[in-house]
């Protein structure tokens, strides 16, 4: 046990400090494993939770508590806090950390840590972890132990929130806690100053730009409308205002009018030629062709309002610099004549030849895409890799409601999509539907496990089990793969084929297990009312011929006329 310290220096105090002071500025939640470092956040939190200021999330794995924490954030709009023990555990939460850099999504890691004296005397769980996350936190800031954290807790929520210089985004605050690391014995959960204290609202980052009225006067333009990830309804409301086609790819959430292309990837290598300028939203992550598209030298170009995050670095970019709403109005134009039309006539067709291919699988991405988008889910989780292209063939503009759809295209990573798919349905308390690749399931299944006690959010996680990760068939592996010059190095390597039973994991897990064979099923499962939380829902599929499929598609698409309207 520690000697005796002065109240205000006690690692307990500080943990209280911490924690009022996030609770004061409106953060509400805390995501927390398990740990004896990090144990006066825990007493802490305990008492604010008790007070009913606070909402603490326990997940056994660090990995998998930081991509809950990404989801919490991003569908309360607030930062979500996340603590842990020293040593590897921090270690766990890079991967959602750089996920949330690329997204600017508001992470606090509270990274527990052994004082000073401690360190380089072999103490066990001690490494250098105060600047453990790189350029990937806003803000590194150590409370060292029994000094008060005010200044580095005020710090820490700046940085936070962003301005208009930095992005808002994840925050590390290393927090060196001294022995005791318990509360004092006559110290109860009940009791202590926290009904004094008084829960604010988060203020974020600067509000949304006003947007102008449209500008008078504009030229007819052959313009297209690009919307990445993250580009938000603003983006639809341009191309809308303008009467220009909008390739929106599924998580840009400006997908719902007419004005949107369904089979905008397919359809750019008819149309390139035709295309005069681009204006760029959000950031897309999705396609090949619309990178050759920006990166044209003839077709000018400009993206509205950068997200400060590091996606597009200055100078790296060929674009025209706009500082208003009119500029870019006046930049882009309105759609000349027949333009949209020309658009939405080879949309139409290229959905006739979608619609005629032949396919090996009784159930493709595509119907699951198809009959998922038709159930519209209040809030939608896309899976990286194929699912999230499926969608972007086949969701539907102008759907039945628009719906908040999340994916992890900061990085695309396959990692974490369970997590965040559990922390965006505990956040939202909306039903929340995740769609994924199996390989992408394996990845976080063990974020199946859901702490006992604490109220289950609403899931259905889809899981398209084609039994491998089916993606590279359709990149230039597919044709080394064809060729046999490697055996089956890209099988084994890159599809990386497994044979995991869903439903003895959704057994272990208490999971409810629906599986579903056909588009026709899958909607009656979707459609089922069911009492379970959390459902698991597999559908079992081929992969053997998707290469070709994918190949006849844009062969065929790639070789219609532009109409003569
Ligand atoms: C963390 C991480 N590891 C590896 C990758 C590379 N990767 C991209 S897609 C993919 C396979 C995904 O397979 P699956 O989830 O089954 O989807 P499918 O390709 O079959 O549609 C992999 C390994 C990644 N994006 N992120
Ligand atoms: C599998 C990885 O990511 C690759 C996935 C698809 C991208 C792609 O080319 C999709 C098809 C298209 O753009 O039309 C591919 C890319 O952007 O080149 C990604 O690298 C991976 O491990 O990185
Ligand atoms: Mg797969």
């Not at 555990?89 to 997204?103: D, R, S, Y």
């Not at 808002?168 to 009940?190: K, M, S, T, W, Y």
């Not at 009018?257 to 295309?275: E, F, K, Q, T």
């Amino acid at each position: 046990m520690g000697m005796q310290q002065p109240d205000e220096q006690r690692a307990i105090t500080t943990a209280r400090h911490v924690l009022s002071g996030l609770i004061r500025a409106g953060i509400r939640d805390l995501v927390i494993s398990p740990g004896s470092r990090s144990a006066p956040l825990a007493y802490a939190a305990a008492e604010a939770e008790a007070a009913g200021i606070l909402a603490i999330h326990v997940r056994i794995d660090e990995r998998s508590a930081a991509f809950m924490a990404l989801g919490l954030s991003q569908s309360t709009g607030r930062p979500v806090a996340l603590a842990a023990t020293s040593g590897s555990a921090i270690g766990q939460m890079l991967p959602a950390v750089m996920e949330a850099n690329h997204t600017a999504t508001p992470l606090l890691v509270l990274s527990a840590d052994r004082p000073d004296e401690l360190h380089g005397t072999g103490a066990s769980q001690s490494t250098r972890q105060k600047n453990l996350f790189g350029e990937h936190v806003r803000l590194a800031a150590n409370v060292a132990a029994g000094v008060d954290p005010g200044d580095q807790v005020q710090q820490a929520l700046a940085a936070l929130a962003g301005d208009q210089h930095s992005a808002a985004g994840p925050v590390q605050l290393n927090l060196q806690f001294r022995d005791p690391l318990v509360p004092a014995p006559q110290e109860r959960i009940i009791g202590q100053a926290w009904t004094a204290i008084e829960p604010g609202v988060w203020q974020g980052s600067a509000p949304a730009q006003q947007l102008g009225m449209p500008a008078q006067d504009l030229v007819p333009r052959r313009t297209v409308v690009i919307a990445g990830h993250g580009a938000g309804a603003e983006a639809q409301r341009f191309a809308q205002e303008l009467g220009l086609p909008l390739f929106a790819e599924p998580s840009s959430n400006a997908r719902f009018s007419a004005n949107a292309i369904g089979h905008y990837r397919p359809l750019i290598a008819v149309g390139m030629d035709h295309i005069e300028r681009v204006v760029l939203f959000g950031r897309p992550t999705l396609s090949r062709p619309v990178g050759k598209l920006l990166a044209n030298p003839v077709i000018d170009s400009v993206i509205w309002q950068p997200a400060p995050v590091a996606w597009y670095e200055a100078g790296r970019r060929r674009e025209t610099p706009v500082s208003s709403w009119s500029q870019l109005q006046e930049f882009a134009g309105t759609g000349a004549e027949n333009w949209l039309a020309s658009w939405q006539q080879l949309d139409a067709q290229a959905l006739q030849v979608r619609q005629g291919l032949n396919h090996e699988s009784a159930i493709t991405g595509v119907d699951v895409a198809e009959a998922i988008w038709e159930h519209s889910p209040e809030v939608l989780l896309l899976g990286s890799s194929n699912i999230v292209r499926d969608f972007d063939l086949a969701a539907r503009p102008a759907a039945k409601r628009s719906m908040a759809a999340h994916a992890n295209r900061g990085l695309a990573g396959i990692d974490g999509t369970i997590a965040t798919a559990l922390g965006l349905a505990q956040g939202s308390k909306q039903r929340t539907l995740a769609v994924m690749g199996d390989i992408t399931f394996a990845h976080d299944a063990s974020s199946l496990s859901w702490t006992p006690g604490e109220e289950q959010p609403r899931v259905d996680l889809v899981v398209y089990n084609d039994g491998g990760g089916a993606i590279f068939s359709t990149l230039e592996h597919g044709a080394v793969d064809a060729s046999g010059r490697y055996a089956n190095a890209v099988e084994r390597l890159f599809a990386t084929p497994q044979q995991l039973s869903l439903p003895a994991l959704a057994e272990a897990y208490g999971w409810q297990y629906a599986r579903a064979a056909s588009k026709e099923e899958l909607s009656a499962v979707l459609a089922s009312t069911q009492p379970a939380n959390l459902r698991l829902i597999e559908v079992p599929a081929s992969r053997s011929s998707l290469r070709a499929e994918n190949l006849e598609l844009n062969q065929q698409v790639g070789q219609l006329a532009w109409p003569e309207l």
